[in-house]
Nanobody
Framework: QVQLVESGGGLVQSGGSLKLSCAVSGNFRRIANMGWYRQAPGKQRELVATITSSGITNYADSVKGRVTISRDNAKNTMSLQVNTVKPEDTAVYYC???????????????WGQGTQVTVSS
């Protein structure tokens, strides 16, 4: 069983910063790509940023220049630093990890429960 736990959400003022963290635990062989996604009220879930196991990153155009994704492979953790937050960043942020299970050959996508980020103007 693999679990993802996010932390770091909350209320932040527009123009401020926040850092989200995701910890992956359980029994698995390795974690491949990881990413952060978000879902605002009434909208579909969208990609924020992804990072490969070797550290190659990809960002949504809406957050480029304001967001940094990082991971610690030794600790099975991932972070998202968001600077100069805007009201439109308000959403539930979800951690995603694509995991190769022990004894398995398929990569399985796991999701965290989500953490609410609210940006006040």
């Amino acid at each position: 069983q693999v679990q993802l736990v996010e932390s770091g959400g909350g209320l932040v003022q527009s123009g401020g910063s926040l850092k989200l963290s995701c910890a992956v635990s359980g029994n698995f062989r390795r974690i491949a790509n990881m990413g952060w996604y978000r879902q605002a009220p009434g909208k579909q879930r969208e990609l924020v940023a992804t990072i490969t196991s070797s550290g190659i990153t990809n960002y949504a155009d809406s957050v480029k220049g304001r967001v940094t994704i990082s991971r610690d492979n030794a600790k099975n953790t991932m972070s998202l630093q968001v600077n100069t937050v805007k009201p439109e960043d308000t959403a539930v942020y979800y951690c995603n990890a694509n995991v190769e299970p022990v004894g398995g050959v398929w990569i399985i996508a796991y999701w965290g429960q989500g953490t609410q980020v609210t940006v006040s103007s």
